[in-house]
């Protein structure tokens, strides 16, 4: 079955301009493509294109200097947004924050992992254990591609539940030693008390009297906790009215307030619209116009509610500025997507 409409294919002139410029970024790439040829291509497209003719690709780390590079080593401990605006004040250039943490994994300078599977690790059969240096426990391959804490899985496979707020402590205090019988339950709250006053080198004689104590103190912050809600709590809220207030407005300054809603919802429409160009392009603003399209939805239609309320008395006219009337009473609230 043939398409009527030609595919695109590359010519000899397209493939020579992307191996001349093989070491740009993607989302640079498709700029200059686009100014040279007047094409929109996908970074996909140019990915497999690369492939194809052996054209070499931009290692992850190659888009970064030396300095760079060094300032993101010295500062990995950093959260990745906090580090992006360091690194654009330092360097006056913006910085993508994701792709700062994609870096820091794959040089392993945050944790010393990589995130990966070591070579042929997932060549182990199910059931193969290893024990986790860095988190102090052991592993089992719970599946192809995923391992689980040995104490979980072995809890479960016992029909027991964790409930939200407690994990799996060793009674022993051996986290080598990881059998069913040497399991514990307990609260977040008591395993901070417990690394905090050393519970597993007490004697004996003392542990009992310990958990007492753990328990008689959740007990208390509970309690603390139920009585603060109780004084901040009002009997009254629920039948007290909002607090209103009176004000006098001309009605050409309800016309500019109605304009100025309508210029809002335009300028949402307009973000929604070129959002996703912007993804595709790989644009560092890509993440701003999203926050712009999306997250304003909310007040947009809150102020539509208001602006309808306060407009109730005057009707539609087409020959006077009362025509923004039309957009405001037309608004749907529910609606995702804005036109403009």
Same mark, same amino acid.
């Given at each position: 079955?043939?398409? &009527? ?9 397209? #493939?020579?301009?992307? =191996?001349l %410029? $093989? ?6 790439? #498709?700029?200059?493509?686009?100014q ?8 996909n497209?140019? +990915?497999?294109?690369?492939?194809? %003719? ?5 290692k %992850?780390?190659? =888009?970064?200097s ?5 300032? @993101? ?14 690194m ?7 910085? &993508?924050p994701?792709?700062? !943490? ?37 592993l ?10 040995k104490s979980?899985?072995l ?17 022993d ?21 417990? !690394?905090?006053?050393? +519970? ?5 004689? @003392? ?15 509970q ?31 309800l *016309?500019?307030?109605? $304009? ?5 919802k ?5 973000? *929604? ?20 399209? +999306? ?13 309808? =309320? ?9 020959m ?5 009337? !039309?957009?405001?009473?037309?608004? &749907? ?8």
């Amino acid at each position: 079955m043939t398409s &009527n409409a030609e595919r695109f294919k590359f010519t000899d002139e397209h #493939i020579a301009f992307i =191996r001349l %410029h $093989w070491d740009k970024k993607p989302s640079d790439l #498709i700029k200059l493509f686009q100014q040279q040829f007047d094409l929109l291509i996908n970074r996909n497209v140019f +990915y497999k294109l690369k492939k194809k %003719h052996n054209i070499p690709s931009l290692k %992850h780390a190659n =888009r970064y200097s030396k300095e760079e590079l060094a300032f @993101i080593k010295a500062n990995c401990t950093l959260n990745e947004r906090i580090l992006a605006q360091k690194m654009e004040v330092y360097f006056n250039k913006p910085f &993508n924050p994701h792709a700062l !943490k994609v870096l820091r994994v794959k040089r392993q300078w945050l944790t010393g992992r990589s995130g990966r599977f070591e070579k042929g690790e997932n060549l182990k059969p199910i059931g193969f254990e290893r024990y986790c240096e860095n988190a102090k426990c052991w592993l089992i391959k719970a599946s192809i591609k995923r391992y689980e804490r040995k104490s979980h899985y072995l809890w479960r496979k016992a029909g027991r539940k964790i409930p939200r707020g407690h994990i799996i402590d060793y009674k022993d205090g051996n986290s080598r030693n990881c059998t069913l019988e040497n399991l514990e339950l307990i609260s977040r709250v008591e395993m901070a008390w417990r !690394k905090k006053l050393q +519970y597993h080198q007490l004697n004996d004689e @003392i542990k009992p009297t310990f958990s007492a104590f753990v328990k008689l103190k959740e007990g208390i912050n509970q309690r603390k906790k139920e009585k603060d809600m109780e004084e901040n709590q009002s009997p009254n809220i629920a039948t007290q009215e909002p607090t209103t207030f009176t004000f006098e407005f001309t009605e050409y300054e309800l *016309q500019e307030l109605a $304009w100025l809603w309508f210029a809002f919802k335009r300028g949402v429409g307009t973000f *929604q619209h070129i959002e996703r160009a912007f993804n595709v392009l790989g644009s560092n603003m890509s993440g701003q116009i999203y926050g712009q399209a +999306y997250e304003y939805l909310s007040v947009l239609r809150s102020t539509n509610q208001i602006l309808n =309320r306060i407009t109730s008395d005057f009707n539609i006219d087409q020959m006077t500025n009362w025509r923004v009337l !039309k957009h405001l009473r037309g608004f &749907n609230p529910k609606a995702v997507k804005i036109d403009f």
